[in-house]
Structure formats: structure tokens, C-alpha cells
């Protein structure tokens, strides 16, 4: 097992990446989402879209008030989000264009595992309907929703390769799997050496 002291603290670097598909990159970075330079970025979110804590408070926070507001008005026209129908905002103040709101399962709950599949594909497919080229998700449930970091990591793995693998004419070129933490960094860098 790697060590988290293997990883220092330069933020947004590249730690591994392989092919997916024929033309597109699956890139682990070390880093903070919110200052990532690509079309959209995934919000590990809640069903209402309250954006208080973890990876969507410092998303909302980052990108200033316009993200809450806008979650606001989707759910009051939707309703509550589902793991696999995600809503998306514009990204107000972040260096990104778009955020697809997804809303991961809470350890504990029952079915995680389907649901966290689920999330990942249906972030998967609004960012194919957005025409998003570059994206970037976090390590979703991972933090206040207690999702085992080794266990996420290889089912998220398992569906971003499902999805290229079903969806050939996919516009994305590049999925950035942004993790902040050492810890959860090394989960994912494991895990995606296990399939190399």
C-alpha cells in the first residue's frame, strides 16, 4: 500500500492517468476542484441542493452566490435530485463553465454501491448532453457521507470505463478525478494501478 506521506502538497498536479476508449484521458489529480480549468465540474451534492459543507460548501463558496441561487429555482421547477438524474448550474465564479449537481449514496443507507454507480453514470450523461470536452468530479461520498474511499474508488473506475465503453461517440476527451486529501488520493491511485 502506498503511504500518504508519498504525496506532497502541490495542489492540481497530474498523479496517473490512462486511456479511456479510443480518444479520450482519465487523469487522477491531487487538488482542489473548485480552481480546475475545464467545461464542468461534478458537485458531490445533496437532493435539495443545500451547498453548506464538504466538496459543495467550498464549491459554493468558491463560485459565489449565483450556485445557490440557481439550485435553488432548479429544484423549486424540479423537485429533489436523484442519484442517477443529476441538475447542473452555471459555475458563477469558477474557471469552469458548467457544474453538474450529483448526488451520491450515504454509507449506511442501503444499495450504495448501485447508487454510487448510478451517480457517476448520470453525471457521465449530463455532461454528455452539456457537450462538456473536460470534466472533473471528486471522490463522491467519500467525505461527510462516509463512502469508503478503496470501495468508491473502484466503482467509480468501473463506471466512467462502463460509460466510455457504451458511449463510443461520448464528447468527452477527458474525466479529472480531483481528490484533496492524501488519503483518498492513494485509495484511487491504488485502485486505478490495479487495472493497468
Known sequence: MLSPLAWDETLNEVRSSRPLGAAAI???????????????????????????????????????????????????????????????????????????????????????????????????????????VALAMPAISTGIFRFPEQRAAALMLDAIESYFLEHASTTIKSVRIVVFDAETAVAFEEALSRRT
Open 26 to 132: 482519465l487523469q487522477l489529480v491531487h487538488g482542489d476542484i473548485t480552481t480546475e480549468h475545464v467545461d464542468a465540474i461534478v458537485n458531490a451534492a445533496n437532493a435539495m441542493l443545500q451547498h453548506g459543507g464538504g466538496v459543495a460548501g467550498a464549491i459554493a463558496r468558491a463560485g459565489g452566490p449565483s450556485i445557490q441561487t440557481e439550485s435553488d429555482e432548479w429544484v423549486r421547477l424540479h423537485g429533489p435530485i436523484s442519484h442517477a438524474a443529476p441538475a447542473w448550474t452555471k459555475a458563477g465564479q469558477l474557471p469552469a463553465t458548467f457544474i453538474i449537481h450529483a448526488v451520491g449514496p450515504v454509507w449506511g443507507e442501503g444499495d450504495e454501491d448501485r447508487k454510487l454507480l448510478a451517480t457517476v453514470g448520470g453525471a457521465l450523461r449530463t455532461a454528455d448532453s452539456l457537450e462538456v
